[in-house]
Protein backbone atom coordinates (compact mmCIF):
# COMPACT_ATOMS: atom_id res chain seq x y z
CA UNK A 1 0.00 0.00 0.00
CA UNK A 2 1.38 3.06 -1.07
CA UNK A 3 1.53 6.26 1.34
CA UNK A 4 -1.33 7.70 -0.76
CA UNK A 5 -3.27 4.46 -0.54
CA UNK A 6 -2.51 4.54 3.01
CA UNK A 7 -3.94 8.10 3.78
CA UNK A 8 -7.08 7.39 1.66
CA UNK A 9 -7.79 3.88 3.55
CA UNK A 10 -7.81 5.67 6.74
CA UNK A 11 -10.20 8.45 4.73
CA UNK A 12 -12.54 6.56 3.98
CA UNK A 13 -14.33 5.80 7.53
CA UNK A 14 -14.26 9.45 8.04
CA UNK A 15 -16.29 10.38 4.42
CA UNK A 16 -18.91 7.81 5.37
CA UNK A 17 -19.67 8.97 8.55
CA UNK A 18 -19.40 12.74 6.84
CA UNK A 19 -22.08 11.22 4.25
CA UNK A 20 -24.33 9.86 6.86
CA UNK A 21 -24.14 12.60 8.94
CA UNK A 22 -25.58 15.04 5.58
CA UNK A 23 -27.79 12.39 4.72
CA UNK A 24 -29.47 11.91 8.09
CA UNK A 25 -29.80 16.13 8.82
CA UNK A 26 -27.58 15.36 11.87
CA UNK A 27 -24.59 17.82 10.97
CA UNK A 28 -26.41 21.06 12.05
CA UNK A 29 -29.08 19.31 14.56
CA UNK A 30 -29.25 21.60 17.60
CA UNK A 31 -28.82 20.12 21.25
CA UNK A 32 -32.23 19.12 22.35
CA UNK A 33 -32.46 19.52 25.96
CA UNK A 34 -32.67 23.21 27.81
CA UNK A 35 -29.50 25.21 28.31
CA UNK A 36 -29.13 27.52 30.59
CA UNK A 37 -26.76 30.36 31.81
CA UNK A 38 -26.77 32.22 35.36
CA UNK A 39 -24.88 35.43 35.90
CA UNK A 40 -24.96 38.50 38.03
CA UNK A 41 -25.29 41.77 36.85
CA UNK A 42 -25.21 45.26 38.88
CA UNK A 43 -25.79 43.29 42.08
CA UNK A 44 -29.05 41.38 39.79
CA UNK A 45 -29.70 37.49 39.75
CA UNK A 46 -29.96 36.64 35.65
CA UNK A 47 -30.61 33.43 34.85
CA UNK A 48 -31.60 32.59 30.83
CA UNK A 49 -32.50 29.02 29.61
CA UNK A 50 -32.85 28.38 26.25
CA UNK A 51 -35.23 25.47 25.55
CA UNK A 52 -35.05 25.33 21.54
CA UNK A 53 -36.91 25.87 18.77
CA UNK A 54 -41.05 25.69 18.55
CA UNK A 55 -42.51 25.00 14.71
CA UNK A 56 -45.32 27.59 13.71
CA UNK A 57 -47.13 24.09 13.15
CA UNK A 58 -46.56 23.01 16.69
CA UNK A 59 -48.41 26.46 17.98
CA UNK A 60 -50.68 27.50 15.70
CA UNK A 61 -51.59 23.94 13.07
CA UNK A 62 -50.55 22.57 9.84
CA UNK A 63 -50.80 25.53 7.70
CA UNK A 64 -51.83 28.60 10.40
CA UNK A 65 -49.76 31.25 10.90
CA UNK A 66 -49.43 34.00 13.77
CA UNK A 67 -50.65 36.20 10.48
CA UNK A 68 -53.92 34.39 10.12
CA UNK A 69 -54.80 36.52 13.50
CA UNK A 70 -53.37 39.64 13.37
CA UNK A 71 -51.17 41.69 10.80
CA UNK A 72 -49.70 45.60 10.69
CA UNK A 73 -52.48 47.63 9.96
CA UNK A 74 -51.87 51.24 7.87
CA UNK A 75 -53.72 54.49 8.56
CA UNK A 76 -57.10 53.26 6.68
CA UNK A 77 -57.11 49.74 8.44
CA UNK A 78 -55.61 47.81 5.41
CA UNK A 79 -52.92 44.99 5.96
CA UNK A 80 -49.15 46.49 5.72
CA UNK A 81 -45.73 45.11 4.97
CA UNK A 82 -45.03 41.84 2.82
CA UNK A 83 -43.77 38.64 4.09
CA UNK A 84 -40.39 37.94 4.60
CA UNK A 85 -40.85 34.56 6.50
CA UNK A 86 -44.59 33.41 7.19
CA UNK A 87 -44.24 30.83 9.29
CA UNK A 88 -41.07 31.01 10.80
CA UNK A 89 -39.42 28.90 13.46
CA UNK A 90 -39.58 30.22 17.05
CA UNK A 91 -37.00 30.33 19.76
CA UNK A 92 -38.63 29.38 23.48
CA UNK A 93 -36.75 31.09 26.13
CA UNK A 94 -37.50 31.73 30.00
CA UNK A 95 -35.61 34.11 31.91
CA UNK A 96 -35.56 35.57 35.25
CA UNK A 97 -33.64 39.13 36.84
CA UNK A 98 -34.27 39.17 40.48
CA UNK A 99 -37.79 37.72 41.44
CA UNK A 100 -39.10 38.93 37.74
CA UNK A 101 -39.99 35.54 35.40
CA UNK A 102 -40.75 35.68 31.74
CA UNK A 103 -41.49 32.71 29.06
CA UNK A 104 -41.02 34.28 25.43
CA UNK A 105 -41.21 32.65 22.32
CA UNK A 106 -38.90 34.83 19.69
CA UNK A 107 -39.47 34.35 15.55
CA UNK A 108 -36.25 32.83 14.60
CA UNK A 109 -36.55 35.13 11.40
CA UNK A 110 -38.97 37.95 11.23
CA UNK A 111 -42.15 37.38 9.41
CA UNK A 112 -42.49 41.30 7.52
CA UNK A 113 -40.84 43.95 6.33
CA UNK A 114 -42.06 46.96 4.46
CA UNK A 115 -43.79 47.78 7.65
CA UNK A 116 -43.52 50.79 10.26
CA UNK A 117 -43.51 50.53 13.75
CA UNK A 118 -46.76 52.54 13.95
CA UNK A 119 -48.06 50.10 11.29
CA UNK A 120 -47.42 46.72 14.54
CA UNK A 121 -48.88 49.32 17.07
CA UNK A 122 -52.11 50.05 15.09
CA UNK A 123 -52.81 46.27 14.83
CA UNK A 124 -51.51 46.72 18.48
CA UNK A 125 -49.11 43.84 18.43
CA UNK A 126 -46.40 46.58 19.69
CA UNK A 127 -45.93 46.67 23.12
CA UNK A 128 -48.34 43.96 25.26
CA UNK A 129 -48.82 46.32 28.54
CA UNK A 130 -52.62 47.11 27.48
CA UNK A 131 -51.55 51.12 27.05
CA UNK A 132 -53.45 53.29 24.50
CA UNK A 133 -50.95 54.99 22.07
CA UNK A 134 -52.33 57.95 20.30
CA UNK A 135 -50.97 57.50 16.05
CA UNK A 136 -52.29 60.33 14.25
CA UNK A 137 -55.54 61.17 15.62
CA UNK A 138 -56.41 57.99 16.86
CA UNK A 139 -55.90 55.67 19.64
CA UNK A 140 -54.74 52.32 19.74
CA UNK A 141 -54.62 49.84 22.59
CA UNK A 142 -52.04 47.19 23.07
CA UNK A 143 -53.50 44.55 23.95
CA UNK A 144 -53.63 41.84 21.51
CA UNK A 145 -53.40 37.87 22.79
CA UNK A 146 -52.48 34.76 20.65
CA UNK A 147 -53.77 31.43 21.60
CA UNK A 148 -51.74 28.56 20.13
CA UNK A 149 -53.67 24.98 19.53
CA UNK A 150 -53.30 23.49 22.71
CA UNK A 151 -55.04 26.67 24.67
CA UNK A 152 -51.88 28.60 25.61
CA UNK A 153 -52.38 32.35 25.91
CA UNK A 154 -49.56 34.94 24.93
CA UNK A 155 -49.32 38.57 24.78
CA UNK A 156 -48.21 39.32 21.63
CA UNK A 157 -45.69 42.75 21.30
CA UNK A 158 -42.09 43.41 20.20
CA UNK A 159 -38.90 42.70 22.38
CA UNK A 160 -37.55 45.08 24.46
CA UNK A 161 -34.01 46.34 23.33
CA UNK A 162 -32.68 48.69 26.21
CA UNK A 163 -31.25 51.77 25.28
CA UNK A 164 -27.60 51.22 24.47
CA UNK A 165 -25.52 48.77 22.40
CA UNK A 166 -24.36 46.71 25.54
CA UNK A 167 -28.06 47.09 27.36
CA UNK A 168 -26.36 43.69 28.69
CA UNK A 169 -30.28 42.90 30.34
CA UNK A 170 -32.76 43.84 27.50
CA UNK A 171 -34.30 41.16 25.85
CA UNK A 172 -31.75 41.95 22.63
CA UNK A 173 -28.91 41.08 24.44
CA UNK A 174 -29.73 38.61 26.94
CA UNK A 175 -31.69 36.40 24.41
CA UNK A 176 -30.59 37.24 21.06
CA UNK A 177 -26.94 37.93 21.64
CA UNK A 178 -27.17 34.81 24.28
CA UNK A 179 -27.87 32.46 21.40
CA UNK A 180 -26.03 34.27 18.64
CA UNK A 181 -22.22 33.62 17.83
CA UNK A 182 -21.17 37.28 18.19
CA UNK A 183 -19.62 39.71 16.80
CA UNK A 184 -17.06 42.85 18.11
CA UNK A 185 -19.57 43.72 21.17
CA UNK A 186 -21.30 40.81 21.29
CA UNK A 187 -18.50 38.77 23.06
CA UNK A 188 -17.75 37.32 26.27
CA UNK A 189 -19.49 34.59 28.47
CA UNK A 190 -22.70 36.47 28.35
CA UNK A 191 -22.91 35.55 24.53
CA UNK A 192 -23.37 33.30 22.19
CA UNK A 193 -22.94 30.95 25.18
CA UNK A 194 -24.98 27.97 23.95
CA UNK A 195 -23.48 24.98 22.50
CA UNK A 196 -23.96 25.48 19.03
CA UNK A 197 -24.66 29.32 18.33
CA UNK A 198 -26.75 30.52 15.42
CA UNK A 199 -25.31 32.39 12.28
CA UNK A 200 -26.32 36.06 10.95
CA UNK A 201 -28.27 34.26 7.72
CA UNK A 202 -30.15 31.93 11.15
CA UNK A 203 -31.63 34.99 12.19
CA UNK A 204 -31.13 37.23 9.79
CA UNK A 205 -28.70 39.98 11.66
CA UNK A 206 -25.55 41.16 10.54
CA UNK A 207 -24.56 42.84 7.36
CA UNK A 208 -26.96 40.87 4.84
CA UNK A 209 -29.70 41.04 7.84
CA UNK A 210 -32.59 43.34 9.10
CA UNK A 211 -33.27 46.33 11.54
CA UNK A 212 -35.77 44.44 13.54
CA UNK A 213 -38.77 47.03 15.67
CA UNK A 214 -38.20 47.69 19.13
CA UNK A 215 -40.51 48.13 21.69
CA UNK A 216 -37.94 51.12 23.28
CA UNK A 217 -38.81 54.50 22.71
CA UNK A 218 -35.88 56.33 21.55
CA UNK A 219 -35.18 60.46 23.04
CA UNK A 220 -35.39 61.50 19.54
CA UNK A 221 -39.30 63.00 19.15
CA UNK A 222 -41.16 60.15 17.06
CA UNK A 223 -38.68 57.19 16.82
CA UNK A 224 -38.27 53.77 18.16
CA UNK A 225 -35.48 51.39 18.53
CA UNK A 226 -34.00 49.10 16.00
CA UNK A 227 -31.84 46.62 16.25
CA UNK A 228 -29.49 43.81 14.87
CA UNK A 229 -28.31 45.56 10.74
CA UNK A 230 -24.83 45.49 10.01
CA UNK A 231 -23.71 43.72 13.19
CA UNK A 232 -26.35 41.88 15.65
CA UNK A 233 -25.07 44.14 18.50
CA UNK A 234 -25.68 47.26 16.56
CA UNK A 235 -28.20 49.84 17.86
CA UNK A 236 -30.42 52.34 15.69
CA UNK A 237 -33.46 54.16 15.87
CA UNK A 238 -35.50 55.12 13.27
CA UNK A 239 -38.71 57.20 13.03
CA UNK A 240 -41.79 55.52 13.68
CA UNK A 241 -43.72 55.97 10.98
CA UNK A 242 -41.44 54.83 7.92
CA UNK A 243 -41.46 51.61 6.61
CA UNK A 244 -38.52 49.89 4.32
CA UNK A 245 -36.68 46.80 2.84
CA UNK A 246 -34.72 46.88 5.98
CA UNK A 247 -36.93 47.23 8.52
CA UNK A 248 -38.50 44.41 9.72
CA UNK A 249 -41.19 42.95 12.58
CA UNK A 250 -40.08 40.22 14.92
CA UNK A 251 -42.45 39.41 16.86
CA UNK A 252 -42.46 38.17 20.44
CA UNK A 253 -45.03 35.41 22.21
CA UNK A 254 -44.65 36.24 25.54
CA UNK A 255 -46.38 33.43 27.63
CA UNK A 256 -49.46 34.28 30.00
CA UNK A 257 -49.39 32.22 32.69
CA UNK A 258 -52.57 31.07 34.66
CA UNK A 259 -53.43 33.02 37.51
CA UNK A 260 -52.17 30.85 40.75
CA UNK A 261 -53.16 31.39 44.33
CA UNK A 262 -50.77 32.67 47.10
CA UNK A 263 -49.82 30.00 49.19
CA UNK A 264 -51.17 30.65 52.75
CA UNK A 265 -48.14 31.37 55.39
CA UNK A 266 -48.67 29.03 58.02
CA UNK A 267 -48.27 30.68 61.60
CA UNK A 268 -44.85 31.16 63.10
CA UNK A 269 -43.42 30.46 59.54
CA UNK A 270 -41.19 33.37 57.50
CA UNK A 271 -40.98 33.77 54.16
CA UNK A 272 -38.11 34.95 51.94
CA UNK A 273 -38.29 38.01 50.01
CA UNK A 274 -38.70 36.79 46.86
CA UNK A 275 -41.93 34.78 48.12
CA UNK A 276 -40.78 31.39 47.09
CA UNK A 277 -39.51 29.77 50.08
CA UNK A 278 -40.99 29.56 53.49
CA UNK A 279 -38.69 28.73 57.22
CA UNK A 280 -40.88 27.29 58.93
CA UNK A 281 -38.14 26.61 61.51
CA UNK A 282 -36.77 23.84 63.53
CA UNK A 283 -37.96 20.11 63.88
CA UNK A 284 -36.63 17.37 65.95
CA UNK A 285 -35.88 14.24 64.98
CA UNK A 286 -38.18 12.78 67.45
CA UNK A 287 -40.81 14.50 66.45
CA UNK A 288 -40.23 13.07 62.03
CA UNK A 289 -39.18 9.34 63.27
CA UNK A 290 -40.27 8.96 66.87
CA UNK A 291 -37.77 8.17 69.85
CA UNK A 292 -34.58 6.46 69.81
CA UNK A 293 -34.94 6.07 65.95
CA UNK A 294 -32.54 7.68 62.99
CA UNK A 295 -32.44 7.65 59.45
CA UNK A 296 -29.24 6.10 59.26
CA UNK A 297 -30.73 2.83 61.23
CA UNK A 298 -33.98 3.37 58.99
CA UNK A 299 -31.85 2.95 56.05
CA UNK A 300 -28.99 0.87 57.03
CA UNK A 301 -26.17 3.04 56.52
CA UNK A 302 -23.67 3.15 58.97
CA UNK A 303 -20.83 4.31 56.67
CA UNK A 304 -18.42 6.87 58.60
CA UNK A 305 -18.36 8.27 62.08
CA UNK A 306 -21.20 9.58 63.70
CA UNK A 307 -21.19 13.68 64.34
CA UNK A 308 -21.73 14.42 68.03
CA UNK A 309 -24.53 12.62 70.64
CA UNK A 310 -28.12 12.85 68.82
CA UNK A 311 -29.86 12.54 66.41
CA UNK A 312 -29.68 16.61 64.65
CA UNK A 313 -32.86 19.01 64.62
CA UNK A 314 -34.13 19.28 60.78
CA UNK A 315 -34.57 22.92 59.04
CA UNK A 316 -38.28 22.30 57.73
CA UNK A 317 -39.06 24.09 54.53
CA UNK A 318 -41.81 24.72 52.28
CA UNK A 319 -40.09 25.93 48.35
CA UNK A 320 -42.96 26.54 46.36
CA UNK A 321 -45.48 24.14 47.71
CA UNK A 322 -42.48 21.32 48.18
CA UNK A 323 -41.42 20.29 51.55
CA UNK A 324 -38.31 20.04 52.14
CA UNK A 325 -36.30 19.05 55.84
CA UNK A 326 -32.33 19.42 56.01
CA UNK A 327 -30.31 18.24 59.08
CA UNK A 328 -29.06 21.11 60.38
CA UNK A 329 -26.17 19.42 61.17
CA UNK A 330 -24.48 16.16 59.44
CA UNK A 331 -25.13 13.14 60.59
CA UNK A 332 -21.53 11.66 59.87
CA UNK A 333 -18.29 12.13 58.54
CA UNK A 334 -14.85 10.96 57.30
CA UNK A 335 -17.32 9.33 54.51
CA UNK A 336 -17.02 9.48 50.45
CA UNK A 337 -19.10 10.88 48.12
CA UNK A 338 -18.60 7.40 46.33
CA UNK A 339 -19.61 5.66 48.91
CA UNK A 340 -22.62 7.65 49.19
CA UNK A 341 -23.47 7.68 45.51
CA UNK A 342 -22.36 3.45 45.63
CA UNK A 343 -25.78 3.76 48.14
CA UNK A 344 -27.80 5.39 46.03
CA UNK A 345 -27.81 8.49 48.38
CA UNK A 346 -26.31 11.41 46.44
CA UNK A 347 -29.65 11.84 44.26
CA UNK A 348 -31.75 9.30 45.58
CA UNK A 349 -33.75 8.50 43.36
CA UNK A 350 -34.82 4.86 44.47
CA UNK A 351 -34.49 5.66 48.59
CA UNK A 352 -36.98 5.93 49.92
CA UNK A 353 -37.82 6.56 53.76
CA UNK A 354 -41.30 7.38 55.82
CA UNK A 355 -41.89 9.40 58.84
CA UNK A 356 -44.07 7.91 62.04
CA UNK A 357 -47.18 9.30 60.48
CA UNK A 358 -46.51 7.38 56.94
CA UNK A 359 -45.56 10.02 54.83
CA UNK A 360 -42.98 9.07 52.21
CA UNK A 361 -39.54 10.94 51.53
CA UNK A 362 -36.58 11.03 49.36
CA UNK A 363 -33.29 10.88 50.76
CA UNK A 364 -30.54 12.90 48.67
CA UNK A 365 -28.40 15.09 49.07
CA UNK A 366 -28.40 19.26 48.46
CA UNK A 367 -27.82 20.51 45.21
CA UNK A 368 -25.13 23.32 45.37
CA UNK A 369 -25.06 25.03 42.30
CA UNK A 370 -21.85 26.28 40.46
CA UNK A 371 -20.22 28.38 42.38
CA UNK A 372 -20.16 30.82 45.36
CA UNK A 373 -23.18 32.79 44.21
CA UNK A 374 -25.01 30.30 42.36
CA UNK A 375 -27.94 31.79 43.85
CA UNK A 376 -30.41 29.52 42.49
CA UNK A 377 -29.09 26.42 43.91
CA UNK A 378 -30.82 24.91 47.11
CA UNK A 379 -27.22 25.59 48.88
CA UNK A 380 -27.93 29.47 48.56
CA UNK A 381 -31.50 29.31 48.26
CA UNK A 382 -31.96 27.39 52.02
CA UNK A 383 -29.18 27.09 54.03
CA UNK A 384 -28.33 30.22 52.32
CA UNK A 385 -31.11 31.76 53.84
CA UNK A 386 -31.41 30.97 57.36
CA UNK A 387 -27.35 31.30 58.12
CA UNK A 388 -25.86 34.21 59.30
CA UNK A 389 -24.29 35.59 56.10
CA UNK A 390 -20.38 35.62 55.44
CA UNK A 391 -18.92 38.33 53.38
CA UNK A 392 -19.66 36.87 49.88
CA UNK A 393 -23.35 36.23 51.31
CA UNK A 394 -23.49 39.54 53.08
CA UNK A 395 -23.52 41.50 49.88
CA UNK A 396 -27.29 39.83 48.95
CA UNK A 397 -29.45 40.89 51.90
CA UNK A 398 -32.61 39.83 50.32
CA UNK A 399 -31.00 36.91 49.17
CA UNK A 400 -29.05 35.15 52.06
CA UNK A 401 -29.94 35.70 56.23
CA UNK A 402 -33.19 36.90 55.57
CA UNK A 403 -34.95 35.05 58.41
CA UNK A 404 -35.54 37.32 61.66
CA UNK A 405 -33.00 35.97 63.59
CA UNK A 406 -29.99 33.91 61.19
CA UNK A 407 -28.77 30.92 62.93
CA UNK A 408 -25.14 30.82 63.97
CA UNK A 409 -22.87 28.76 61.95
CA UNK A 410 -21.71 26.52 64.73
CA UNK A 411 -25.79 25.75 65.26
CA UNK A 412 -25.73 24.46 61.75
CA UNK A 413 -22.13 23.22 62.03
CA UNK A 414 -20.65 25.06 59.43
CA UNK A 415 -16.90 25.50 60.10
CA UNK A 416 -13.67 24.04 60.54
CA UNK A 417 -15.36 20.96 62.38
CA UNK A 418 -15.63 17.20 61.44
CA UNK A 419 -17.73 16.78 58.68
CA UNK A 420 -18.25 20.89 58.16
CA UNK A 421 -17.94 20.26 54.59
CA UNK A 422 -21.31 19.05 52.86
CA UNK A 423 -21.04 16.51 50.11
CA UNK A 424 -23.63 18.02 47.36
CA UNK A 425 -24.69 16.36 44.72
CA UNK A 426 -23.02 17.45 41.76
CA UNK A 427 -20.42 15.85 40.61
CA UNK A 428 -17.71 17.72 38.35
CA UNK A 429 -14.06 16.52 36.34
CA UNK A 430 -11.23 18.04 37.23
CA UNK A 431 -8.18 17.42 36.31
CA UNK A 432 -9.07 14.22 34.34
CA UNK A 433 -10.30 12.94 37.32
CA UNK A 434 -13.74 12.80 39.33
CA UNK A 435 -14.73 15.39 41.97
CA UNK A 436 -17.65 16.11 44.38
CA UNK A 437 -18.50 19.50 44.87
CA UNK A 438 -18.91 20.27 48.77
CA UNK A 439 -20.43 23.67 50.67
CA UNK A 440 -20.09 24.37 54.25
CA UNK A 441 -16.07 24.79 55.07
CA UNK A 442 -14.94 27.77 56.90
CA UNK A 443 -18.35 29.79 56.27
CA UNK A 444 -21.25 29.16 54.59
CA UNK A 445 -20.98 30.87 51.07
CA UNK A 446 -17.42 28.42 50.08
CA UNK A 447 -17.88 26.44 47.24
CA UNK A 448 -15.34 23.64 46.61
CA UNK A 449 -14.53 20.25 44.54
CA UNK A 450 -12.74 17.51 45.98
CA UNK A 451 -12.11 14.35 44.64
CA UNK A 452 -14.98 12.35 45.21
CA UNK A 453 -13.09 9.23 46.83
CA UNK A 454 -11.79 10.76 49.84
CA UNK A 455 -12.88 10.35 53.26
CA UNK A 456 -11.44 12.46 55.44
CA UNK A 457 -12.75 13.59 58.43
CA UNK A 458 -13.66 17.07 57.44
CA UNK A 459 -15.88 15.80 54.69
CA UNK A 460 -19.71 15.02 55.88
CA UNK A 461 -22.93 13.25 55.03
CA UNK A 462 -26.01 16.09 55.39
CA UNK A 463 -29.43 14.49 53.89
CA UNK A 464 -32.59 16.00 52.84
CA UNK A 465 -35.65 14.43 53.24
CA UNK A 466 -37.82 15.34 50.15
CA UNK A 467 -41.63 14.62 50.88
CA UNK A 468 -42.91 12.51 48.14
CA UNK A 469 -45.71 14.22 46.87
CA UNK A 470 -48.52 10.82 46.04
CA UNK A 471 -47.76 9.95 49.74
Known amino acids: MTLQDHRNHHLKPLWGLLAACLLLGACSEKPSGPQSLKTLHEGKRVAVTF???????????????????????????????????????WLEFEYRINNESRRVLVAKQPVMNQVSWWGIARAGAALGDDSELSIQGRRYRQSVRIEDRNGNEYRLRLLDCGGATMAHLSEWNLLIGGVHEGDKDFRGPRYGWIERPYTNADLKVGLEGSLSWCGDRWEEK?????????????????????????????????????????????????????????????????????????????????????????????????????????????????????????????????????????????????????????????????????????????????????????LHHGRLHIGSKKGSASWCQEGISLYGKHHGVNRGYLVPSRHHATSSGFTGWGFGWRPVLEQIEDQ
Open 222 to 406: GHRVTRGYYFVSRFHAAPAHISSDRLYWRPVLERIEPTVAERPLVEGAQRSPDGRLDYLGLKSNTEIFGADQSLADRLGFTDGERIGEGEPDWLNFDDEGKRKLVAAKPLAHSLSWDRLDEAGLVNGADIRVSDQEGRGYRVRLLECGESTLDHESEWNRLIGGVAQPDGDFARYPSVYGWIEEP
Open 51 to 89: YGERSSSSLFGPEAALTDQVRPLTRTGEPEGEFHEKRPD
